[in-house]
């Protein structure tokens, strides 16, 4: 062989070596990165859960303790906001009832990004889970009084 294929064999060998070592760092911190997104997500939960305990409005707190970056999707990265919970609580927030193009407005207002078609996806989720009910085109909160006793026995 001669000695520029021998060189040119090397210099292949040296470059699958330093991609092998560059693919570890790369799968290391995808792995750094999934569990700190995860840890991210539940701290996000937990602060939601406990605002929504002490009775804090979780939409205007996390204005601004999220970063609330539009990611390339056009959704909030990260410090991503539970849509189904913001529908609820702006439905309850509103007893007069809502039209869905009231509820979309709504996400617009607090910048939350969102297609109408889920809007009505969401309306039947939360329909469906005795959160809201219809009448005369409108959404209107559930309230607990009116949710029926599961609990008692007949």
């Known amino acids: 062989m001669s000695d520029f294929i021998a060189h040119l ?4 060998e040296d470059a699958k070596r330093d991609l092998d070592a560059v ?14 997104m995860a ?8 602060l939601s859960a406990e605002m929504r305990i002490q009775g804090v409005s979780p939409v205007a ?4 303790t999220a ?18 919970e913001f529908a609820r609580q702006f439905i309850r927030d509103n007893p007069t009832g809502l ?16 297609a109408k078609a889920y809007i009505y996806a969401l309306v039947q989720r939360l329909e469906r889970q005795g959160a809201i009910r219809q009448r005369r085109d409108k959404w209107y909160p559930v309230l607990e009084s009116d949710k029926p006793d599961l609990t008692s026995e007949p």
């Open 61 to 64: 707190s996390l204005d601004s």
């Open 99 to 114: 039209l869905p193009r009231d509820i979309f407005r709504g996400f617009q207002k607090a910048e939350i990004p969102i």
């Open 67 to 84: 970063n609330g970056t539009p990611a390339k999707n056009g959704t909030v990265a990260h410090g991503e906001v539970n849509k189904a």
């Open 23 to 36: 693919n570890a760092q790369i799968q290391k911190a995808n792995a750094d990165r999934l569990m700190l």
């Open 39 to 46: 840890d991210l997500e539940g701290f996000e939960r937990t």
């Open 9 to 12: 064999q090397r210099r292949v």
